[in-house]
């Protein structure tokens, strides 16, 4: 008696597990693409407070700060990467990324360079920073309330109509072995 209620109460956990991982790494992908916005905004930020540094050893610094904040965003982006569901989605934070990693390469330049070619490497790396963000698709971060994604929704359903299911198989057995 016992084996035939372990056997599917074990499915029905397995059924829930998988729902709610597919819809937590659904949810990684978006975070992470949302967390690599930020950054690229705020990298943004920072080459364009380089560029109007009074000196090139500004220039130069604020190159350094926005290239940390860069390879933070290419963090995000790797990571918005490998937790993506389709191909779409990979491709986006592949190209993003490119772009991304164009600007650090800039910004690591900018370090490098004669003191005429500073401000040549900030204007390349912030033109990349600029295309990366209009390729990002709409980011709106959720709020209390919101309701619950249309994925969220049918993997719930699915899951809530095995588990159904599940209660029928299991009810007639015990229905059927107390006869």
Do not use: C, W
Not at 101 to 110: I, R
Request: proline share 3%; glycine share 8%.
């Amino acid at each position: 008696m016992k084996r035939r209620i372990l056997l599917p109460v074990m499915l029905s956990l397995l059924l829930s597990g998988l729902t709610f991982g597919a819809v937590t790494y659904a949810q990684d992908f978006a975070t992470d693409l949302a967390n690599a916005f930020v950054l690229v905004q705020q990298m943004r930020s920072q080459i364009i407070a380089a560029q109007g540094a009074a000196t090139v050893a500004g220039m130069r610094a604020g190159a350094q700060t926005a290239l940390a904040t860069g390879q933070q965003a290419a963090a995000a982006l790797e990571a918005a990467r490998a937790a993506a569901t389709t191909d779409a989605d990979r491709s986006r934070a592949e190209g993003l990324l490119k772009h991304i990693q164009a600007a650090n390469l800039a910004l690591t330049q900018a370090g490098t360079v004669s003191d005429g070619e500073v401000a040549a490497r900030l204007n390349a790396a912030r033109a990349e920073v600029e295309e990366a963000l209009v390729e990002f698709p709409p980011v709106r971060l959720p709020e209390a309330g919101d309701p619950v994604s249309p994925e969220g929704l049918a993997l719930a359903a699915l899951s809530g109509l095995g588990l159904l299911g599940l209660g029928m198989v299991l009810r007639r057995r015990y229905q059927t072995a107390n006869i």
